[in-house]
């Protein structure tokens, strides 16, 4: 099984290491140049970005050429994956892509301009993510099909969404606490676009306008410099099971 894999705050990547088989980072392929796979199982494991697939995900998907006999799709979410599956599957269409299997598992939703993180942390088990991730990995073992279907609250969040989308401006509500950065560089190891910038050892980080707003670089500060105007608390979330060298050894571009 070959199972590619996106994640900033490391749950996508518990996930896939759940499942198992042989797990690439879709940052690493995208900064790579193969761009066809073989295996007799294919699967990627990605968050979902406002009832989306992330742009590196999407990009992914719709540029590779997957052989494969059972070809599966797992989404991370917080709270729904709204309408997520249905777009997947039309980016999947593009490459001639067909998923067999497609489904969410609800954890901790990181995504600090509208949750209060420390909250969805302290209410994770009720989301019961063991259970739910092992009902996954049987299905995946056993070869099921089922391909997941938008609920109407999915519906009406992703037409929500669609009403109020993210800003392309959003990258400018970020802003560096100073007296907390010792520009260690972290921050450009993790952003899974090369999206930040420190020019010399006396700097703060600059974060450009291609932005994803996902996280990477404001949870994995050793030391909570990143902030956000409206953030709805200060709590910074990284999976338990997933180290900080992973999420560089993931998404680092610095040294590729």
């Known amino acids: ?13 518990t996930v896939a290491r759940a ?14 140049k193969q761009r066809e ?21 999407r990009q992914f998907i719709e540029s590779v050429t997957l052989h494969s006999d059972y070809t599966f799709l797992i989404f991370t979410c917080g709270t729904t994956p709204a309408c997520a599956s249905l777009k ?12 067999d299997y497609i489904d969410a598992i609800r954890m901790v939703d990181n995504y600090f301009p509208m949750f209060d993180v420390a909250k969805q942390v302290a209410d994770l088990p009720s989301k019961h993510v063991d259970d739910n991730l092992n009902r996954i990995c049987t299905d995946i073992a056993e070869k099921r099909h089922s391909l997941l279907r938008p609920t109407l609250f999915g519906r009406i969040a992703d037409a929500y969404m669609k009403l109020f989308p993210l800003s392309s401006e959003a ?29 010399d050892s006396h700097s703060t980080p600059e974060i450009w306008e291609r932005c994803l707003t996902c996280g990477a670089c404001y949870h994995n500060c050793p030391s909570g410099a990143i902030r956000y105007k409206g953030e709805k608390s200060t709590y910074q979330f990284r999976n338990p099971a997933v180290s900080l060298a992973d999420i560089i050894q993931a998404n680092d571009r610095t040294r590729r």
């Open 1 to 13: 099984m070959t199972l590619f894999f996106f994640t900033t705050t490391g749950n996508s990547l």
């Open 19 to 32: 499942i198992g088989g042989t797990i690439m980072s879709i940052p690493g392929i995208l900064h790579g």
């Open 37 to 57: 796979f073989a295996d007799d199982t294919i699967g990627i494991v990605t968050p979902v970005y406002f009832g989306d697939l992330p742009g590196p995900v």
């Open 88 to 99: 997947a599957m039309r980016s999947a269409g593009k490459a001639g892509t067909r998923f």
């Open 171 to 199: 990258y400018r509500r970020f802003r560096i606490e100073k007296a907390k950065c010792n520009t260690c560089g972290t921050c450009v190891k993790v952003c899974p676009i090369g999206n930040i910038n420190i020019t």
